[in-house]
């Protein structure tokens, strides 16, 4: 007896709801987020209709089986609609009551609108008579079933759903109506011939439409495994980097209507503001609709705290599942409700998608109720999110009045380029990838997503809250504003008219998604601040963060904004930089045009005052904290015009034969500029260039320290690749700063180390560390030199790397922890097997990415460096690596 069930034990299906609930909400990559889910808010004793999950091992094994459903779930699903039938007292296709489910997607990771939904299956020509007699309601009886046609017809057979869109708006302009509503029980009923007959000709083979709900079911849940290989869903998962799912499940359940009548309604809501992250309940809701209704933005619904009014009970029953969700969830809840003739269902709960503001107040919030504690809220904010912090805002002295006003849906200000479909915003971005864009559409849909991620902003003119746009925008912290009915667009004209305003296709508008207003033109904005929750968010991952953070800036205005978002230092000061403003490029170029050494110090003595000057506002901007200045890196010539006039313009302005620059400029052309004369080869051929930087950190330092300045110079030596280079480099620069030392009369603590860049400096780690008093990992070159790739000459065949998985992630924005990765694990270890005490940092553009950074707390950096925006990302990025070790962070999305 045993053996006979050996085969059969494992489950496919988990039923929830009705008191039941053999799933819970930790096991997400089972049931998928919404089955685990339903099955905890049926465990907690909140009204779930019945239903079960099938699991996402199901939908791996439906594409390891050529897309069929393996021969031993079936009885399971069987099964699983017998215990619904039982709950819920009624039977799938009983002429007389049928019993009506839903079929809807759920993967582990939410992806709003991204798969199929498939509504009222179990109607059948029969079964809506009995719906109809049973509920007394033919009007939506038929409006049900005509409803399911379409569905099932779009989602399972891959009709276009224009198809029945064409026939319910040709029904509307005969019957001389404008509403869907106005619509009687006879149009609906003769609506759903016309819809059986678009479903009979169009599909291939020509077929009428199922009549036996269990066929209707079975090819349903097909249906949503197919759609998790659609192309939407494989679109989304890559941009949002969703990967190593099994699949998606399938929740069936119970049908619950909140379209039949005034006393039924649909709503989606959060327990908290998702913009703001304010304690308030927020969201929509919709009288006499179902839930698609609300989520595709078609209709404007009302603002969830009018359900106060109109369904006091209902709504008091909310607020307080809404308290029990957020108790028991310990985080801010996203839910979907039904009321059905005055009874409340809930069909949906998850961690709601917020903006980076939110996130933090929410955080920071709840610690404060002493719901989380520090260290949760420290890891519940992703790093990524802080973004939305560091978003500009509009200038408020700005003179600019707003047009229009929408409902504000992410925050942030962008102007932008209009483009009014996904499509343009993809061709503006191909031809002129820096222009910034902003989409203006009526309403978006999961096919504009392409477009959405390279919008500065989006705007549209319908929608509410918890409109696609509305989400996908927060999720990505992009500037939202919807429901903009002051915007009328004209598709095809590609323009728009807002308040008589005319908006051609590319002029300039403006959102600010903090306050829903729309400008014509571009508005000047702000910078952020780190002020009130963010500060207090920041303060407490100081508190667990053992990383330093420092800064990449050359200006004293960026070390001060670095500063005021906590940066501890510079880490990196391109000196480079410095050289291309007025006289000072005249004076470079003279320097490198020069024939002779005594010409090229004198040119040199002409720059020494500007990079002095330069070096004391760093020092001075970073008062008691270590500045990291690296000598000149970039090769000359990029130093010089390349055209004919540019050349002759430089003769002209150094007096010299425009023959001479010519020549110069074909004397240091290199083939390969990135590994010619550039780093410190150029100081060890021309020490002189060399000494003016370093007497120049020195002098500055010196002023600064007479005037009580607290300084700490960090001369670092960039591309080195063998100790011999570092050897002779540090032995001139230090002979320099004692002789300007001794003859100041001061000692002022000061570092000579490297940059490593170089393999070869990576491997041989242990003898470069004989000379370098720190190192500092230039993981730009050290990637590009590793993989044997451009930094400069990567777009062409970058994407397609990507999409092919030959690289999982753009190694120039996340170290390549394979292999890029060993070199500098190895670079650390050796560095410390000979300076036990080697201060090692980072100062590529890595040490702003999160997942970089929990890599360098592992291999044991002191800091990262990176931009001054990037600052506080990096903080938190840190706090969070050091509690868990360096190892992957989990943190919701
Ligand atoms: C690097 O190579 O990582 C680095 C910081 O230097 P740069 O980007 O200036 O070459
Ligand atoms: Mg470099």
Redesign the pocket.
Known sequence: MATATATATKKFVYSFGGGVAEGKADMKALLGGKGANLAEMSMLGIPVPPGFTITTEVCAEYYKNDRHIPEDVIPQIVEGIAKVEALVGKKLGDPADPLLVSVRSGAALSMPGMMNTILNLGLTDESVEGLAAKTNNPRFAYDSYRRFIDMFGSTAMGLEHELFEHALSAMKTERGVKLDTELTADDLKELVIRYKAIYRAHTSPSHDFPQDPKDQLMKAINAVFNSWMGKKAREYRRIEKIEGLLGTAVNVQAMVFGNMGNNSGTGVAFTRDPNTGENVFYGDYLINAQGEDVVAGIRTPEPISRLQEEMPQVYDQLLAIREKLERHYKDMQDIEFTVQEGVLYMLQTRNGKRTGTAAVRIAVEMAREGLIDHQTAVQRVSPDSLNHLLLPRLDPKAKERPVARGIAASPGAAAGKVVFSAEDAVHLHDVHPSDPILLVRKETSPEDVAGMNLARGILTSTGGKASHAAVVARGWGKPCVVGCDALVIDEEAKQASIQGHIVREHDFITIDGTTGDVYIGKVPTVDPEMTGDFATLMEWADEYRTLKVRTNADTPRDARRAREFGAEGIGLCRTEHMFFEDQRIVDMRKMILADTTEARVKALNDLLPHQRADFIGLFEAMDGCPVTIRLL?PPLHEFLPHDDSGQLEVAKQLGIPVEKVRQRVAQLHEQNPMLGFR?CRLPILYPEIGDMQVRAIMEAAIDCAKRGVSVHPEIMI??IGTVEELKILKERAQALCEQLLSEAGLSIPYLIGT?I?VPRAALTADEVATEAEFFSF?T??LTQMTLGLSRDDITLFMPTYLEKKIYKIDPFQSIDIAGVGQLIEMGVRKGRQTRPNLKIGIC?EHGGDPDSVAFCQSVGMDYVSCSPFRVPLARLAAAQAALTNGGKVQRDK
């Open positions: 890196d780093g960039p591309l940059m860049e230039g730009n070159d590529g």
